[in-house]
């Protein structure tokens, strides 16, 4: 298994993206300790991965506070032999499909805070074990509003960019002590929508705004790929494991674009 002997910390482990990606990091050896806000959910994904042989803890955590993520980290850290792994798979509600003459400051800023603001706090709390032991990957997830005009998607696009310069900048100062900073940038992945994904009801909003269903705005989205496809839950999780193995020893400062979708 290629993630044998690793520690993995996925944060916002009890959603659809982080679940299947503790599942996948179990699958292949890792041992993983899942954070997030809700407990029900953590513990669920947790009994998943015990019930398939793997080896999984939770602790409630908020990747907003600089400190419990911090503390979570030592913990781990003392628990296991080190951090490996970091993935930053937290989700929250926020505005789109609002056009700037519509949009509050308020609206605008929280996507953007939030995910920053929880890269920079996982970076902080993971980075120093990992420089430590000369070993680990961050990784953290985007979306090809990063790259695409609007409108109506301001403040998420704005986060989405500044998380994939956050993992980019991350790479340079981390890179000398071999530890790497991949962020992967993935289309709407249909599977997670009835799962509870934060994109649903970002879906279900845009959708309505255009006149669409869930269901064909999807396959319009889709028909926009070089596959005509958007990507699938083991897709992404594919692309994660080989991430955090030796495989991709020498990736590092890139975006990795699964959208299906010319964007650079």
């Known amino acids: 298994m290629v993630l044998e002997g690793r520690t993995a910390i996925v944060y916002g482990g009890g959603g659809a993206l982080g679940g299947a990606a503790a599942r996948a990091f179990a699958r292949a050896g890792a041992q993983v300790f899942l954070a997030g806000r809700s407990a029900p959910r953590l513990e669920a994904v947790a009994r998943d991965?015990?019930?398939?042989?793997?080896?999984?803890?939770?602790?409630?955590?908020?990747?907003?506070?600089?400190?419990?993520?911090?503390?979570?980290?030592?913990?781990?850290?003392?628990?296991?032999?080190?951090?490996?792994?970091?993935?930053?798979?937290?989700?929250?509600?926020?505005?789109?499909?609002?056009?700037?003459?519509?949009?509050?400051?308020?609206?605008?800023?929280?996507?953007?805070?939030?995910?920053?603001?929880?890269?920079?706090?996982?970076?902080?709390?993971?980075?120093?074990?990992?420089?430590?032991?000369?070993?680990?990957?961050?990784?953290?997830?985007?979306?090809?509003?990063?790259?695409?005009?609007?409108?109506?998607?301001?403040?998420?696009?704005?986060?989405?960019?500044?998380?994939?310069?956050?993992?980019?900048?991350?790479?340079?100062?981390?890179g000398a002590s071999d530890v790497r900073s991949v962020c992967v940038r993935s289309h709407a992945i249909p599977q997670t929508l009835p799962l509870g994904s934060h994109a649903g009801p970002v879906f279900a909003t845009e959708a309505r705004r255009l006149g669409l269903t869930v269901d064909q705005m999807l396959e319009g989205a889709a028909t926009t790929t070089l596959l005509k496809r958007l990507p699938t839950l083991d897709d992404l999780t594919a692309t994660l494991v080989f991430l955090a193995s030796d495989g991709a020893a020498a990736i590092s400062g890139v975006v990795v674009n699964m959208s299906g979708l010319v964007l650079d």
């Open 49 to 174: 991965i015990a019930a398939a042989g793997g080896s999984a803890h939770w602790d409630t955590v908020d990747a907003l506070d600089a400190a419990a993520v911090e503390q979570h980290a030592a913990r781990v850290a003392g628990r296991a032999p080190g951090i490996h792994i970091a993935f930053n798979a937290i989700g929250v509600v926020h505005v789109q499909g609002v056009p700037l003459e519509g949009l509050s400051l308020d609206d605008f800023a929280l996507p953007v805070d939030t995910y920053i603001r929880s890269s920079f706090n996982i970076a902080k709390a993971v980075a120093p074990h990992m420089v430590r032991q000369r070993r680990g990957v961050v990784l953290s997830l985007t979306t090809p509003a990063s790259r695409m005009v609007g409108p109506g998607f301001l403040g998420h696009s704005v986060a989405c960019a500044g998380v994939e310069a956050f993992s980019r900048h991350l790479a340079g100062e981390l």
